[in-house]
């Protein structure tokens, strides 16, 4: 058990109270329960290859000391390995495709100390199909207020393994309908603005723009700071198995798939702190009211709302959504919207859960 996925058993623990019939391969973070509903067989299928054609190793006991030695030289195709440890003020633009890009022997932390690439991020990635593993970004900061630890300006990313913390956002990705973007065994934290202090519209632990398929599973994102800590505006969305919650910090959506799309929400634990800046903890096509054409499923969820009141689901859209086998936890309107809520259990104390 990592440090994501012993965050997700609480969905397994409380559905017992639900009387739904939870079997043990649904407690298992891998699989999928959609009690009847099929997932796109294609759902683990990012692109990447097994094969290499050079082997770039990077850090002080090597001929290349930080990334940035590496990037304006690698081929395609290549892999990069990064020794674990801090690359203080070192930033990269990455426009090979088919790359990998890992730490090794721990996280190699990008620590940016406000510098960037291209005025963006950290990290700008240009090319198609790269994998990053084991990377921690902080501390990106630009003068439009969004700086990231990466920016995805290429199609089909895929992040595993990876820390984002203390940037003006997480992860910040273009409009690019032909790509799909996984992130996967993760943790974001504090990426974001405080609005009283700059007057900057507020800035998103994961904000993925127009894109053909966003996947965050088995991740822990916390504490944006007014911002929303997931906002999504993929066509097709799954969320599936994360840790998604305000702790110290007050939000305002807990996730936020603003343009609405086909949405699988599973397996997830979502908390709303009283110090929220929104009522509303999953908010589906705020942006695109009364669309018609998407889906929106709410399986097997543990949704905590510990201000005065709150709304677990807000279904903008014009089609009906699907809650089921959820448990909520504190006062509020479970469904706002069209919609059907079954076999879901609520408690109006939040001191019933103490994760």
């Known amino acids: 058990m990592n440090k994501y996925t012993k965050y997700i058993g609480l969905s397994c623990i409380l559905l017992s109270f639900s009387h739904a019939a939870v079997s043990a391969e649904q407690c298992d973070t891998n699989s999928l329960p ?15 290859i097994e094969k290499f054609v050079n082997v770039y190793r990077v850090g002080p006991s090597h001929a290349y000391k930080r990334p940035s030695d590496v990037a304006g030289i690698a081929e395609d195709n290549s892999l990069i390995e990064i020794e674990a440890g ?30 960037v690439a291209q005025q963006k991020a950290i990290w700008v990635i240009k090319g198609n199909n790269v994998i990053v593993d084991s990377i921690e970004f902080s501390g990106a900061r630009v003068a439009d207020l969004n700086g ?34 996984l992130i996967e065994d993760s ?27 966003f996947t965050l599973r088995r991740s822990y994102i916390h504490d944006a700071e007014e911002g929303n800590n997931v906002k999504s505006r993929a066509r097709e969305n799954y969320i599936l198995h994360n840790r998604i919650t305000d702790e110290t910090s007050g939000s305002s959506y807990l996730l936020d798939l603003s343009n ?33 054409g998407g889906s929106l499923y709410v399986g097997n969820n543990n949704m ?32 706002s919207g069209s919609g059907d809520v079954t076999n879901s259990t609520q408690f109006l104390s939040s001191g019933v859960v103490n994760y």
Do not use: C
């Open 260 to 292: 609405g799309g086909k949405a699988y929400i599973v397996g997830n634990v979502f908390h709303q702190s009283a110090l929220n800046y929104n009522s509303t903890l999953v908010s589906f096509a705020a942006e695109k009211k009364g669309s018609l």
């Open 86 to 115: 801090e690359y203080f003020e070192d930033v990269a633009v990455w426009r090979q495709n088919n790359i990998t890009i890992r730490g090794v022997g721990g996280l190699a932390h990008m620590d940016s100390n406000g510098r």
């Open 187 to 213: 943790e974001f934290s504090h990426n974001s603005l405080i609005v009283e202090r700059n007057g900057s519209p507020p800035s998103h632990n994961i904000y993925i723009g127009e894109v053909a398929k």
């Open 148 to 181: 990231a630890g990466i920016r995805i300006e290429g199609a089909n990313l895929t992040i595993r393994h990876a820390y984002f913390h203390d940037n003006e956002m997480g992860v910040l990705s273009a409009t690019n309908l032909e790509s799909e973007i």
């Open 304 to 335: 905590i709302n510990s201000s005065h009141y709150a709304t677990f689901v807000r279904n903008y859209s014009g089609e009906a959504a699907t809650v089921t086998n959820n448990v909520f936890v504190g006062k509020g309107q479970i469904l």
């Open 34 to 48: 959609i009690l009847g509903s099929e997932l796109p067989s294609n759902l683990n299928s990012y692109a990447g």
